[in-house]
């Protein structure tokens, strides 16, 4: 008969999570996402994985069988070179997708670069980050002349993104992916069973997802193989990727380098799904794959959406499409418009440092009896958190480090965003001091602020430094632009603090305004008074009609150059 200690071992062990080399039981398997492609190719080879139009404008359809093929033959490629940390600058192309997958199976490190960055900050991170080799869109290999002039020793695997996988139109790449599968027939054949489908160690690091760096130098958060699993099961989930019913297909318009695409690579591949790849946002084409192709999920940060939704090629679809929408706090208004065109958003929220999202909006059933304004103001919410991680919370800011004290749930005390679970990131790669503070007090901080409701969801406010604070009253930015949106002829806006004389900040507006509309600042400063419902201390006394909102390349309002603007910086 077995000891207390003993049987509490074996409890213990069932409960944690370990690796196969401290003593695992025989079944014991580590979560890697990376298993998912080989096992899609196993059940069901001839399915589409990609439909994508590639740069030289040719249809290019690969299935999971000939995707798991390139996937290998790309890791047996890294494997036989000795490379170990690899740079992805492409936008959302098959051979972006294959070398997710691909290089993590040949045990190494992805580190997915932004293309819209400055040649200095894609040099810095690629310096930061290590790399020893770097795969590489065509259209973009000059974006890596400064990397070039510090590290010409580290080679680049050109991609040229053609219909051709060997010949003439063919490249690098393709050569690559070629190289490596001769190596593995070379090498006794020992096709995924000789590589790391499943990692070696679930929390070794499988990719390094670098912050955009606006303010500070990038952050390169580091990502594991346990984290990426789970969190793509959470999508798989909350998204409602799995519907029998109807196959996913799933349209990249985020894009994939973004903290790798919210997990997405691996969510769509673990139900079979298609995926839709665009080399760039094309509202137009967007529109035409939404009503000519089998789309049933996209994901989009509110700008994208709302540009989407006033497209001229806009129309309520046949069949009903997943939105997953998030990077930014959206309206209520754009919830509204999206659902009248078929759109159905699938409202979540999250951070680079905790793999894309963590938290959903869930719909209630008893909203069905709301007032629409009412429900959608509840839809906009970011709700709870994700079946995979622990529940959001949100903690008194007036406190000292690493202080955790939470705040009432009555929708009105404002306190920051934490988090803790299994899809938290294990923290910033060489910036111990960095990580310290992400972590203090035993829980992610995310910097937001947010009110939270007595029905447990959490709500956003601002970021911290995003705040108004005018003659004592605290203005919510995000609040005000949801507010100025329903302007019928306002398309987007973004609100910042100013310097004020008498009440310390007051807030300023800069609005787009819809195509076809004719409007002034003094036209909405007069609305906003004596239209909306917005309280007299919020309304800005300065609004200033521009062309276009600066963006990160993930649809967030670039505040920092707002505030720069209001202080009559250029304007480039």
Same mark, same amino acid.
């Given at each position: 008969?077995?000891?207390?200690?003993?049987?509490?071992?074996?409890?213990?062990?069932?409960?944690?999570?370990?690796?196969?080399?401290?003593?695992?039981?025989?079944?014991?398997?580590?979560?890697?996402?990376?298993?998912?492609?080989?096992?899609?190719?196993?059940?069901?080879?001839?399915?589409? *994985?990609?439909?994508?139009?590639?740069?030289?404008?040719?249809?290019?359809?690969?299935?999971?069988?000939?995707?798991?093929?390139?996937?290998?033959? +790309?890791?047996?490629?890294?494997?036989?070179?000795?490379?170990?940390?690899?740079?992805?600058?492409?936008?959302?192309?098959? *051979?972006?997708?294959?070398?997710?997958?691909?290089?993590?199976?040949?045990?190494?490190?992805?580190?997915?670069?932004?293309?819209?960055?400055?040649?200095? $900050?894609?040099?810095?991170?690629?310096?930061?980050?290590?790399?020893?080799?770097?795969?590489?869109?065509?259209?973009? /290999?000059? /974006?890596?002349?400064?990397?070039?002039?510090?590290?010409?020793?580290?080679?680049?695997?050109?991609?040229?993104?053609?219909?051709?996988?060997?010949?003439?139109?063919?490249?690098?790449?393709?050569?690559?992916? #070629?190289?490596?599968?001769?190596?593995?027939?070379?090498?006794?054949?020992?096709?995924?069973?000789?590589?790391?489908?499943?990692?070696?160690?679930?929390?070794? &690091?499988?990719?390094?997802?670098?912050?955009?760096?606006?303010?500070?130098?990038?952050?390169?958060?580091?990502?594991?193989?346990?984290?990426?699993?789970?969190?793509?099961?959470?999508?798989?989930?909350?998204?409602?990727?799995?519907?029998?019913?109807?196959?996913?297909?799933?349209?990249?318009?985020?894009?994939?380098?973004?903290?790798?695409?919210?997990?997405?690579?691996?969510?769509?591949?673990?139900?079979?799904?298609?995926?839709?790849?665009?080399?760039? &946002?094309?509202?137009?084409?967007?529109?035409?794959?939404?009503?000519?192709?089998?789309?049933?999920?996209?994901?989009?940060?509110?700008? !994208?959406?709302?540009?989407?939704?006033?497209?001229?090629?806009?129309?309520? #679809?046949?069949?009903?499409?997943?939105?997953?929408?998030?990077?930014?706090?959206?309206?209520?208004?754009?919830?509204?418009?999206?659902?009248?065109?078929?759109?159905?958003?699938?409202?979540?929220?999250?951070?680079?440092?905790?793999?894309?999202?963590?938290?959903?909006?869930?719909?209630?059933?008893?909203?069905?009896?709301?007032?629409?304004?009412?429900?959608?103001?509840?839809?906009?919410?970011?709700?709870?958190?994700?079946?995979?991680?622990?529940?959001?919370?949100?903690?008194?800011?007036?406190?000292?480090?690493?202080?955790?004290?939470?705040?009432?749930?009555?929708? /009105?005390?404002?306190?920051?965003?934490?988090?803790?679970?299994?899809?938290?990131?294990?923290?910033?790669?060489?910036?111990?001091?960095?990580?310290?503070?992400?972590?203090?007090?035993?829980? +992610?901080?995310?910097? $937001?602020?947010?009110?939270?409701?007595?029905?447990?969801? %959490?709500?956003?406010?601002?970021?911290?430094? $995003? %705040?108004?604070?005018?003659?004592?009253?605290?203005?919510?930015? !995000?609040? +005000?632009?949801?507010? /100025?949106?329903?302007?019928?002829?306002?398309?987007?806006?973004?609100?910042?603090?100013?310097?004020?004389?008498?009440?310390?900040?007051?807030?300023?507006?800069?609005?787009?305004?819809?195509?076809?509309?004719?409007?002034?600042?003094? $036209?909405?400063?007069?609305?906003?008074?004596?239209?909306?419902? &917005?309280?007299?201390?919020?309304?800005?006394?300065?609004?200033?009609?521009?062309?276009?909102?600066?963006?990160?390349?993930?649809?967030?309002?670039?505040?920092?150059?707002?505030?720069?603007?209001?202080?009559?910086?250029?304007?480039?």
């Amino acid at each position: 008969m077995s000891s207390a200690k003993t049987r509490l071992s074996g409890l213990l062990g069932h409960l944690g999570h370990s690796d196969p080399g401290a003593g695992s039981p025989l079944n014991f398997h580590t979560l890697s996402p990376t298993f998912f492609l080989p096992r899609a190719a196993e059940i069901e080879p001839e399915a589409e *994985a990609i439909h994508h139009v590639t740069a030289n404008n040719q249809v290019l359809r690969r299935s999971y069988a000939e995707t798991a093929d390139r996937a290998r033959g +790309l890791a047996y490629y890294l494997k036989k070179h000795g490379f170990k940390r690899v740079g992805i600058l492409c936008p959302n192309t098959p *051979a972006f997708l294959e070398s997710i997958f691909g290089i993590a199976a040949a045990g190494a490190v992805n580190v997915a670069v932004n293309y819209r960055l400055k040649e200095d $900050d894609i040099a810095y991170i690629f310096t930061h980050s290590e790399v020893d080799v770097i795969i590489v869109d065509q259209e973009f /290999l000059s /974006l890596l002349n400064t990397f070039k002039a510090s590290k010409s020793n580290i080679p680049f695997i050109i991609d040229t993104d053609t219909d051709a996988t060997e010949g003439q139109l063919s490249g690098p790449f393709d050569d690559a992916v #070629l190289e490596g599968l001769k190596y593995d027939l070379e090498t006794q054949a020992h096709g995924w069973s000789g590589l790391e489908a499943q990692a070696a160690s679930e929390d070794d &690091i499988i990719a390094l997802a670098y912050t955009s760096g606006t303010t500070a130098k990038p952050k390169g958060v580091e990502y594991t193989h346990r984290g990426c699993y789970l969190a793509a099961m959470g999508n798989v989930i909350e998204s409602g990727l799995n519907d029998r019913r109807r196959r996913c297909g799933y349209l990249w318009t985020l894009p994939m380098f973004h903290a790798t695409g919210w997990t997405f690579p691996w969510a769509v591949t673990s139900v079979r799904g298609t995926h839709y790849c665009l080399r760039k &946002i094309d509202y137009p084409q967007i529109w035409n794959m939404l009503k000519q192709e089998h789309i049933t999920h996209f994901n989009a940060a509110p700008t !994208v959406n709302t540009l989407l939704c006033n497209s001229g090629e806009a129309e309520r #679809l046949p069949e009903p499409v997943q939105v997953t929408v998030a990077a930014s706090p959206p309206t209520p208004h754009l919830f509204e418009q999206m659902t009248g065109l078929n759109l159905h958003p699938v409202h979540v929220y999250g951070m680079t440092e905790t793999y894309g999202p963590i938290t959903k909006g869930y719909y209630m059933p008893s909203w069905d009896n709301l007032p629409p304004a009412e429900r959608y103001k509840k839809m906009a919410r970011q709700g709870h958190g994700f079946v995979t991680s622990l529940p959001a919370r949100v903690i008194k800011t007036e406190v000292p480090e690493g202080t955790i004290i939470d705040v009432k749930r009555d929708g /009105l005390e404002i306190g920051e965003i934490v988090f803790k679970g299994n899809i938290c990131a294990r923290g910033y790669y060489k910036d111990p001091e960095a990580t310290r503070k992400l972590f203090a007090g035993g829980v +992610l901080h995310s910097g $937001d602020l947010a009110v939270w409701h007595p029905d447990g969801s %959490i709500q956003i406010q601002d970021r911290a430094k $995003d %705040i108004i604070i005018s003659g004592g009253e605290n203005i919510s930015s !995000v609040a +005000l632009e949801s507010m /100025l949106v329903n302007h019928p002829d306002i398309l987007e806006a973004g609100v910042v603090a100013v310097s004020d004389s008498h009440w310390g900040e007051r807030p300023k507006a800069f609005v787009t305004v819809k195509s076809g509309k004719k409007l002034s600042g003094q $036209d909405v400063i007069s609305w906003a008074r004596n239209v909306s419902d &917005i309280s007299k201390f919020m309304i800005p006394r300065e609004v200033e009609i521009v062309a276009e909102l600066p963006q990160t390349s993930t649809g967030k309002v670039r505040k920092n150059v707002l505030r720069d603007w209001a202080k009559g910086a250029n304007r480039t």
